[in-house]
């Protein structure tokens, strides 16, 4: 089935004219066409505002580096910084440890998907809180064993080590490429561009009048699509004006899609969604809702494709280990897949504003990967990553081959 097929010419037909910030949007012109950089101001002060993704990602990579530090990580250390309070020394980022921001609080919270599904938000949440443990509990006691099928330890993977459970998976990560899918895409995707959030209550009326909120410079629903964009770029170093092409401003959604976009099948990924950004920002500010409402769909679709595509490239890597007789090098491209194939869960279908993959779809992709009958990874065929990836291609317009090329 090919998703996401959107006409280039309707969406290049509803922008015509230039705007460079807020400032310079006319209020009897509500024509769009978006500034050079993410750039946005009001009466000369900036309107956007996005620092609680920016503290929540800084958050998550503490966290992820934590995962392997097997002298001075405990499990309650570990699920204290997952599930911050305010005031607890967590971090070694002091503004870290003031703030009133979670991981957890965001995982599986998005509006859309678990306002009505609190019972599969919390199935969630103690999956990635049971990644953490049995990272703890599992691997971390056998630090010094060398793995075998049925054994957690260690394993050599060319000149790196690597610690692996039982079924050869690296708990820290299929948390962390879980995490990109359960906090910085559902958020995004799911709970920030959803019209449940940005029209929500007097939102579209406050917009049109340029009515902000108490205090600040920027209207609810200028707010609201910012907090999505911080969710890619909220690290960067230039947020104005992120590097797209490298992605190394952090380990999640930011890595992956300046990683996609590498690949010459999808080499526009990256500059298609900042630009989708800077329209949307651009069409809220001219109270065009109808440009706003494409540029969402833009996003949603090439968001999603990029945890699709990095998932079939470490699905394909694994592959390639496996023929060539590395069984245990394919272990640490395997678990990042394992990550990546959770976080299809929180993908989303703009045509129908529904997940692309159901949680029962994903359950059964994942017992593929992991079967404790073949001893998880130790015994997995190349057969069976060929059919999870052709599994996870068919709901996207691109083919297997594309998404392992680089």
Not at 66 to 71: I, Q, R, S, T, V
Not at 172 to 183: E, P, V, Y
Request: charged share 20%; proline share 3%; hydrophobic share 35%.
């Amino acid at each position: 089935m090919k998703n996401f097929l959107f006409s280039a010419s309707i969406i290049s037909a509803l922008v015509f004219t230039s705007c460079s910030s807020d400032d310079s949007v006319n209020p009897d012109d509500n024509t769009v066409v978006p500034p050079a950089t993410y750039t946005f101001k009001r009466g000369g002060e900036s309107t956007v505002s996005f620092g609680g993704q920016t503290t929540r990602i800084k958050m998550a990579g503490e966290l992820k580096s934590a995962l392997m530090d097997f002298d001075n990580a405990t499990e309650n250390s570990l699920l204290a910084m997952y599930a911050h309070e305010a005031g607890n020394n967590d971090f070694s980022d002091s503004e870290l440890n003031a703030s009133d921001k979670s991981l957890r609080s965001k995982t599986a919270a998005s509006k859309d998907y678990f306002s009505a599904n609190a019972s599969e938000s919390a199935i969630i949440k103690a999956t990635l809180e049971g990644f953490i443990s049995s990272q703890v509990n599992e691997v971390f006691p056998n630090k010094m064993v060398v793995a075998s099928p049925g054994v957690a330890g260690q394993i050599a993977d060319g000149d790196k080590t690597r610690y692996v459970n039982q079924y050869g998976l690296e708990y820290n990560q299929a948390f962390a490429k879980s995490l990109l899918g359960a906090l910085m895409t559902d958020q995004m995707l799911n709970h920030y561009l959803s019209y449940a959030i940005l029209d929500e209550g007097s939102n579209r009326i406050n917009n049109d009048n340029n009515i902000t909120e108490e205090g600040k410079s920027y209207t609810t629903m200028e707010h609201k699509w910012d907090e999505a964009y911080g969710y890619l770029y909220g690290n960067s170093q230039d947020p104005t004006n992120p590097n797209l092409t490298i992605g190394e401003d952090d380990a999640f959604l930011n890595e992956y899609v300046g990683q996609v976009s590498k690949d010459p099948d999808f080499s526009s990924i990256a500059t298609d969604i900042f630009d989708a950004f800077k329209l949307g920002r651009t069409a809220i500010a001219a109270k065009n809702y109808e440009v706003r409402d494409s540029q969402i769909a833009i996003i949603q679709k090439n968001v999603s494709k990029v945890i699709a595509v990095r998932g079939i490239f470490y699905l394909q890597n694994g592959k390639n280990k496996i023929e060539n007789g590395n069984v245990q090098g394919a272990f640490h491209a395997l678990s990042e897949a394992y990550g990546f194939v959770y976080s299809l869960r929180f993908t989303r279908n703009p045509e129908t504003n529904t997940p692309l993959f159901t949680r029962s779809e994903v359950d059964a992709l994942l017992a593929q990967l992991i079967n404790p009958a073949d001893n998880g990874f130790w015994g997995i065929t190349p057969e069976t990553l060929e059919s999870i990836s052709e599994a996870v291609a068919a709901k996207f317009d691109f083919t297997v081959a594309q998404a392992a090329s680089i």
